[in-house]
């Protein structure tokens, strides 16, 4: 079995890092299998994506081990060819991407979890930036996403402390969209994906572009953003299934195009 774990059910991709032993931290192995099953994710078949981890953790980021290997990528490769890519890819599938954090996600695991649409994690999961800890500073799209998500002062706090949050915490602030207990991880976070999937998959995939571009547009930016992705979910096929069901007063089944 590889360093990733890629499973289609029906309608849903599942990709589980698969390094237990090793907290999941991440080698290039890994990173390059993972964008390999991002990749597959963009087929029309798929209309929602979990990432979860195999063993005790979610990811413990960069293998360290490799980091400091002279024959290992080296400094520059790791961001330019592992994480970027990654992080890219996550933020532009056209669908919503679920990740299920099981254990501690430390690092660039962490950011790559936070980099996707939603966020659940088990109540004995933690969320640590250590990246200062060991000198450097948060990547993988971690000084992006996180004082948006949770606002300068405690991104600061978080980035430079680089200390181990509980889900609890992360909630509290706003880091992650829910917990639940450890025993039903799995099973609530199926039950999202399978609710995303079958919904109307254009317009998710249009909501996370408002998304992505609210964080850099004003306002009249955005209000043009809204009206030209308006003009195009209301283009779908799932829109007129939407009004249709509604008036008809029966449960709209939506294709997702
Ligand atoms: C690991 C790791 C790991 C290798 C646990 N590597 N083996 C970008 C650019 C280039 C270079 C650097 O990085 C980056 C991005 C980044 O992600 S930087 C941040 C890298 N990650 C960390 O600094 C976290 C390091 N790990 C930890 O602090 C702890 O292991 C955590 C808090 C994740 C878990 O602590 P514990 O629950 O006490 O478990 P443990 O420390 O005993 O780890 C379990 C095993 O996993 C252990 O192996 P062993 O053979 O002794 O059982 C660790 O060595 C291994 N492991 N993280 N990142």
């Known amino acids: 079995m590889g360093s990733v774990v890629f499973e289609t059910k029906e309608q849903i991709a599942v990709i589980t890092l698969n390094r237990p032993e090793k907290f999941n931290a991440i080698n290039r192995e890994m990173a390059l299998q993972l964008q390999a099953a991002l990749d597959q994710c963009t087929d029309n078949s798929c209309r929602a994506v979990l990432i979860t981890g195999a063993g005790k953790a979610f990811c413990a980021g960069q293998d360290l081990d490799e980091a400091i290997d002279p024959h290992g990528p080296g400094m520059e490769r790791i961001l330019k060819e592992h994480y970027n890519p990654l992080i890219t890819q996550i933020r532009s599938l056209q669908k919503p991407v679920v990740a299920a954090v099981n254990g501690v996600a430390a690092g660039a695991g962490a950011n790559l979890a936070l980099s996707c649409d939603l966020c659940i994690a088990s109540d004995s999961a933690t969320f640590i930036q250590a990246f200062s800890k060991i000198g450097l500073v948060p990547d993988s799209g971690g ?18 402390l680089g200390e181990k949050i509980t889900g609890a915490e992360a909630l509290q602030m706003g880091l992650i969209w829910k917990t639940v207990v450890a025993e039903q991880l799995q099973e609530e976070a199926m039950a999202l994906v399978k609710q995303l999937a079958a919904m109307p998959t254009r317009a998710l995939a249009l909501i996370k572009e408002q998304l992505n571009q609210s964080a850099t ?18 283009a779908s096929d799932d829109f007129k299934e939407g009004v249709t069901a509604f008036l008809e007063k029966r449960k709209p089944v939506f294709k997702g195009h």
């Open 217 to 234: 547009h004003n306002l009249a930016q955005q209000l043009a953003l809204e009206d030209q992705l308006q003009q195009q979910a209301a």
């Open 143 to 160: 000084s992006f996403f996180l004082p948006r998500l949770v606002g300068w002062q405690r991104a600061a706090g978080l980035m430079m």
